[in-house]
C-alpha cells in the first residue's frame, strides 16, 4: 500500500522560507519513468503544477515558483522536499505531493497515480 505523507506546511510572512517533505512507504524508487511532484490548490483555483523531479536527475518547475523553490529527493529515505524562498502571498495553498512510474508529461495531474493528502502553507502579507 502506498502512502504520500506531507508535513512542513505552515503560516509564514512574505519573503520567509519553508521546506516541505514528503515521506513515501510501500513505494519504490527508481526506474526510468519513476517521478514525484509538487502540486498546489489555492483556495477558489484550480490545482497547479509546481515542480517534478525524476530518477534520472531531471528537474522542472512552473514560471511561477523558478528561482525560489527547489525540489530535491533523498532515494535511500524515500523522501521528497521542496525548499521554498521568498514566499509571497500567491504562493498560499495546499501543497501535495504525488508520484508515478508512468512515463507522461509530468507537469500534468493525470500522469500521477498516487497522492498524499496535502499540507498547507499560508504567506501572510
Known amino acids: 500500500q502506498v502512502q504520500l505523507v506531507e508535513s512542513g506546511g505552515g503560516l509564514v510572512q512574505a519573503g520567509g522560507s519553508l521546506t516541505l517533505t514528503c515521506a513515501a512507504s510501500g513505494l519504490t524508487f527508481g526506474g526510468s519513468s519513476f517521478a514525484m511532484a509538487w502540486f498546489r490548490q489555492a483556495p477558489g483555483k484550480e490545482r497547479e503544477f509546481v515542480a517534478f523531479?525524476?530518477?534520472?536527475?531531471?528537474?522542472a518547475y512552473a514560471d511561477s515558483v523558478k528561482g525560489r523553490f527547489t525540489i530535491s529527493g533523498d532515494n535511500a529515505k524515500k523522501t521528497m522536499y521542496l525548499q521554498m524562498n521568498s514566499l509571497k502571498p500567491e504562493d498560499t495553498a495546499v501543497y501535495y505531493c504525488?508520484?508515478?512510474?508512468?512515463?507522461?508529461?509530468?507537469?500534468?495531474?493525470?500522469?500521477?497515480?498516487?497522492w498524499g493528502q496535502g499540507t498547507q502553507v499560508t504567506v501572510s502579507s
Open positions: 523531479i525524476r530518477s534520472n536527475g531531471i528537474i
Open positions: 504525488v508520484s508515478t512510474k508512468r512515463i507522461g508529461n509530468y507537469r500534468l495531474e493525470s500522469s500521477y497515480d498516487y
